[in-house]
């Protein structure tokens, strides 16, 4: 009897091995990520975020990996520091059957070894089975540690697609494995492959493209000395009167160059460090810091720069000469190209867009159509800089991202004022939809600004042809407020506000009319409400949040700097 209690206290000491801090979460919470998430494939997917209604936390948001790129049917997201090496990874898994995909998490993946990790998946096809995998580095095949089959599974073999808590801790050459919240069967397992590493969600699928969706992620294990991890955020180009400069410079002009930055995790103040400032390859400026505190953010601004013309590069570099012993020094560089232009160069300003009755020319208020209503899609622009006449250059209208409308315009010059409309036009697909004027699509003339350009807008094309409405039903329309920062990168927050309990979607659009990101859909109560829009995984540029409620669009223009 002894020896049975002895040994029931040996497996509880060795569950409870080490003091369960929380390390990291990520939850995508509004649609965002937390972590600084990568892929060790070389072209492989990152994690994105997408909507589900009925995910496990209720928020609508979960993580979303592919595996498409990753060069094989393996694909693989990580976070954390490779020197982890005693830790738990707990994660709500979407879990499919009969598929051909097996979804999973992974641990002590080292990433200056080759592909080297433990893994736990499933794989609910025709094997029906739970594995416990590790993978021995940069060749050869996973292997099994141990399998779990028929009722070895808690709850048995999942028969439909579904959320399943997963979770593995690793302590020592210990390994442990929970299927919703039960450990498994011979767990603990001993095995000495893998001493250290990252954790992340993992997907594979022998017959091509699939996905495994998470939510919830969590890390716990000792929480040691945090390293700090500096992060260079934005570049801002600042003018004479150090302004945030939103037009690109003109030859002889006075810029400054100001870099926003964090100083994420650490345990204590930092040793002193240097950051470099680099132009067009040669040193520009170097800045001393004394000390940082954890967790803080820092703004360092370079003396004045004489704009001189053509294409430049500007680096940013933190602490080129490593004095801070950081988590990550792989982020520690922002590089920004830009453009300085001649003093005569120009600027196309999109001021306005509406729709017309195709007869009249009457405006169609709040953007309303009715089948089989022929309209003209009207653009207003001007052009506030240039000197002499322009190059040529083309404008196009796009409606739900499709060419429907192109002009060549033979030159304009400054003071120009100009309203362009398009061919009648007939939309007859009942519900919403997307127009957007472009200006200089080819980018014929190298510009001031160029962020001007175009204007995304929605219109609505009703059931039947009621032209009398009445609006005393049609509550106060919802307004968008602010997004900031603009520009930003990556993440910006968007605050709008609902006049009345009513269905809201807000979407984020590119300037193809291309729907990109879902950040809202679904019921909103009166009030003002704030979404994040993480723009990580996506190319810089301009894009537009889209808010539609009550059968009204508004939009707001997003620019992405990186």
């Known amino acids: 009897m002894r020896l049975i209690v002895s040994a029931g206290l040996v497996l509880l000491l060795a569950v409870c091995a080490f003091p369960q801090d929380t390390l990291y979460t990520e939850d995508f919470h509004d649609g965002s990520i937390n972590l600084d998430w990568f892929t060790p494939w070389a072209g492989g997917d990152e994690i994105g975020v997408t909507y589900m209604e009925d995910n496990p936390s ?18 693989t ?4 520091d490779i020197n982890m090496t005693d830790y738990a990874i707990e994660a709500q898994v979407f879990c499919t059957v009969n598929t051909g995909a097996y979804h999973g998490i992974v641990a002590r993946w080292d990433t200056t070894s080759g592909y080297n990790y433990y893994y736990l998946r499933t794989d609910f096809d025709a094997d029906q089975r739970l594995q416990l995998r590790e993978y021995p580095g940069t060749s050869g095949m996973g292997s099994t540690i141990l399998s779990w089959e028929g009722n070895n599974i808690p709850g048995g073999v999942p028969t439909e697609d579904g959320w399943h808590t997963m979770k593995m801790e690793v302590v020592g ?8 919240g039960e450990l498994l069967s011979g767990c603990p397992v001993q095995n000495n492959s893998h001493t250290n590493g990252s954790f992340g969600i993992y997907i594979f699928n022998f017959s091509g493209a699939a996905e495994t969706l998470c939510d919830d992620i969590i890390v716990t294990g000792e929480s040691g000395p945090q390293l700090f991890d500096l992060v260079p955020m934005e570049n801002v180009f600042l003018d004479v009167d150090s302004e945030p400069a939103y037009y690109r410079a003109r030859e002889g002009e006075t810029r400054y160059f100001q870099l926003l930055w964090q100083a994420l995790q650490g345990e204590e103040t930092s040793p002193p460090f240097a950051i470099s400032l680099d132009l067009d390859g040669s040193p520009l400026q170097t800045f001393m810091v004394g000390s940082v505190e954890p967790n803080s953010e820092h703004v360092n601004t370079s003396d004045a720069w004489t704009a001189t013309l053509g294409e430049h590069e500007l680096v940013w570099n933190i602490d080129p000469n490593g004095a801070v012993e950081e988590s990550n020094t792989e982020n520690n560089t ?16 999109l001021d306005s867009v509406y729709i017309v009755n195709a007869a009249d020319s009457s405006l169609i208020e709040d953007n309303n159509l009715f089948p089989e209503q022929s309209v003209r899609f009207v653009m207003q622009w001007s052009v506030p800089f240039g000197e002499g006449f322009s190059n040529i250059f083309n404008i196009e209208l796009n409606v739900d991202g ?23 036009i007939t939309i007859e697909e009942q519900g919403m939809h997307f127009y957007t004027w472009m200006i200089d699509t080819e980018n014929d003339e190298d510009e001031l600004s160029e962020s001007n350009n175009s204007m995304l807008d929605g219109f609505f094309v009703n059931e039947s042809d009621v032209r009398e409405r009445d609006t005393s039903v049609i509550p106060e329309t919802s307004t968008l407020l602010s997004t900031w920062p603009n520009p930003f990168n990556p993440a ?9 309990a009513s269905p809201v979607k807000l979407s984020v659009f590119d300037l193809l009319g291309r729907e990109v990101d879902v950040l809202h859909n679904g019921p909103l109560s009166p009030g003002i409400h704030e979404a994040s829009w993480n723009a ?13 409620t009550n059968g009204i669009v508004q939009t707001s223009r997003l620019i992405y700097m990186r």
Do not use: C, R
């Open 58 to 75: 209720g928020d609508h948001w979960v993580g979303q990996l592919g595996n498409t790129g990753s060069g094989g049917g393996v694909g």
């Open 77 to 80: 997201a990580l976070a954390g």
């Open 173 to 180: 050459n210990n390994i442990w494995a929970w299927w919703n």
């Open 334 to 349: 922002l590089t920004v190209p830009f453009l300085v232009l001649p003093t005569t160069a120009f600027d196309f300003q």
């Open 402 to 424: 499709l060419m429907v409308y192109h002009e060549s315009i033979p030159g304009v010059q400054n003071g120009d004022e100009i309203t362009t409309y398009s061919n009648p």
């Open 492 to 500: 910006t927050k968007i605050t709008f506000q609902v006049n009345s």
């Open 536 to 548: 990580s995984g996506f190319a810089s540029g301009i894009y537009f949040a889209v808010l539609q």
